[in-house]
């Protein structure tokens, strides 16, 4: 059974930095491209970034580049999410996700900016 | 980058009927890149439709997918209480960047 479990959410101030985890089991983790995506309250779905299965190409939206780095530790079987420079705009649930397309999602993190 | 445009915004009807949400690109995906996804309030999104058409695990087939180049669609064919939610398409492989539409509500008439 494929579980994806985010941890690292919570409040942070404008400027400030969060790391996200995604802890992943019940999949050969090593196998498969992961990506993160959030929803802003009362907005719609937005990709952030992706990784392929080995972790060679990483992809980012506009919106997070230079700011967001996404990694992934084969042996751990954990995805990652660096989040530097946080601004209110950045305030949403985050969810990992396995696949491509993403096929399975962890239940989100909450991630406030404010100050 | 890959804009997608989802109509309409809101769709109203009552359980048994027929819905057809529509996704709009850009520019020509290639059909094999284009997802459907499944959205209700403090859950995560779940994959209904892949490929444009290829259903996903586990998914009834009173949902279907098709169109192919710029214009996608899901179909609904007889709404249950439990298929009123927001549903969002996403391209993902025809560029590097992936990108979701801006979502369409079906809710209760």
């Known amino acids: 059974q494929v579980q994806l479990v985010e941890s690292g959410g919570g409040l942070v101030k404008p400027g400030g930095s969060l790391r996200l985890s995604c802890a992943a089991s019940?999949?050969?983790?090593?196998?498969?491209?992961m990506s993160w995506s959030r929803q802003a309250p009362g907005k719609g779905l937005e990709w952030i970034s992706y990784?392929?299965?080995?972790?060679?190409?990483?992809y980012y939206a506009d919106s997070v580049k230079g700011r967001f780095t996404i990694s992934r530790d084969n042996a751990k079987n954990s995805l990652y999410l660096q989040m530097n420079s946080l601004t209110a705009e950045d305030t949403a649930v985050y969810f990992c996700?396995?696949?491509?397309?993403?096929?399975?999602w962890g239940q989100g993190a909450p991630v406030t900016v404010s100050s | 980058e890959v804009v997608l445009t989802q109509s309409p915004g809101t769709l109203s009807l009552s359980p048994g009927e027929r819905a057809t949400l529509s996704c709009r690109a850009s520019q020509s995906l290639g059909s094999a890149y284009l997802a459907w996804y499944q959205k209700k309030p403090g859950q995560p999104p779940r994959l209904l439709i892949y490929g444009a058409s290829g259903r996903a695990t586990g998914i009834p087939d009173r949902f279907s997918g098709g169109g192919s180049g710029t214009n996608s669609t899901l179909t609904i064919s007889r709404l249950e209480p439990g298929d009123f939610a927001v549903y969002y398409c996403?391209?993902?492989?025809?560029?590097?960047?992936?990108?979701f539409g801006q979502g369409t509500k079906v809710e209760v008439k």
């Open positions: 996403q391209q993902y492989g025809s560029t590097p960047a992936w990108t």
């Open positions: 996700a396995k696949g491509y397309p993403p096929e399975d």
């Open positions: 990784i392929t299965s080995s972790g060679s190409r990483l």
């Open positions: 019940g999949f050969p983790f090593g196998d498969y491209y």
